[in-house]
């Protein structure tokens, strides 16, 4: 057998050529991971770190969401445009008949009386044709030989500020009122105002009026079992009139256990009805009294609440489940 003896000069160059292919591949795979890619070299399967471009994710990022804003509010539909423009114009009325007492010391007796020293004409006219606003306070005879600033100067004696000053009728589907307060709020209410669930929402932000000063009174006592005095029991009356009803509402008694319930001055036309409870649930049966006839004085004595049960039959004898 031929021995084989290696020449150092080819051992040199086989090892320069070994060194020179090891180096070439380290390169290779620190190039490879830096891009994302598997690396020859690694014995394990690596996760590519760049994005995935064949998926395209039209989610806009939170920063170009927040540069783009909420998405715009559709566009007002003709009804609620005439209507916005509506409320806009009674804002501008108020004002202007706020500052024409103020100078005058009453309401005019026309709208048009606020035209030119006081408002400008195009807010007395409403976008929809043959609509406008009705004046509630103005200063002309209505009715009993009232003003109508005299009768709803009593109702807002009672109501208090939450009463209509202006009224725009034949809203959405014609039923709708848009109402603007004497205190300056805007509500709608169907045609009767007086009790509407949104007339009495407004009436628990603004509070009743302190009630009347002028006509008959009715003074109400309220005891508790052993007779005592009640104090701050809401005693609510209902039935009052003057040219138009009075509200049902609450009086609170005195450290006595008295109110008085004014009755208005129109007797004859009242058919009083009181009824008396506490916070903190003691109550007395209700008291009615003959039309035209309120009492001067009406008493009541408080004892606990009591839960009863029972069911509601029709006169036909059948059950009445949607009381």
């Known amino acids: 057998m031929r021995e084989f003896l290696l020449n150092p000069r080819r051992v040199a160059v086989l090892v320069s050529g070994a060194a020179l292919v090891t180096l070439l591949w380290l390169w290779i795979g620190n190039k490879t991971q830096e891009e994302g890619i598997m690396s020859p070299l690694s014995s394990s399967r690596s996760v590519s770190i760049l994005p995935d471009q064949s998926k395209k994710d039209s989610t806009p990022a939170p920063a170009l969401a927040e540069e783009l804003g909420p998405e715009p509010d559709p566009p007002l539909t003709e009804a609620e445009r005439h209507k916005q423009i509506d409320g806009e114009n009674m804002v501008q009325i108020h004002r202007a008949l706020m500052q024409f007492k103020e100078d005058t010391g009453h309401f005019p007796a026309d709208l048009k009386d606020l035209i030119p020293d006081y408002l400008d004409a195009e807010h007395l006219h409403s976008p929809r044709e043959g609509e406008g606003y009705n004046f509630e306070f103005r200063n002309t005879v209505f009715r009993d030989g009232r003003t109508w600033e005299e009768i709803k100067e009593v109702q807002r004696a009672e109501w208090g500020d939450v009463i209509p000053i202006l009224r725009s009728f034949n809203h959405d589907d014609g039923s709708i009122v848009l ?78 256990g008295r109110v008085q319930i004014p009755i208005g001055v129109d007797l004859d036309r009242t058919n009083l009805a009181l009824r008396v409870h506490t916070a903190d649930g003691l109550v007395a049966p209700s008291q009615r009294f003959p039309d035209g006839a309120p009492p001067n004085q009406a008493s009541f004595t408080l004892t606990e609440s009591q839960e009863i049960g029972g069911v509601a039959l029709s006169e036909a004898g059948d059950l009445i489940t949607d009381t």
């Open 179 to 256: 109402n603007m307060s004497y205190g300056g709020r805007l509500y709608e209410t169907l045609m009767n105002w007086e009790w509407d669930p949104n007339t009495l929402d407004v009436v628990d932000q603004l509070g009743w009026g302190p009630g009347l000063t002028v006509g008959e009174f009715t003074e109400v006592t309220v005891t508790d079992a052993k007779g005592d005095p009640v104090a701050d029991a809401d005693v609510w009356a209902s039935g009052r009139h003057y040219s138009f009803d009075l509200p049902d509402r609450p009086y609170k008694t005195d450290a006595n």
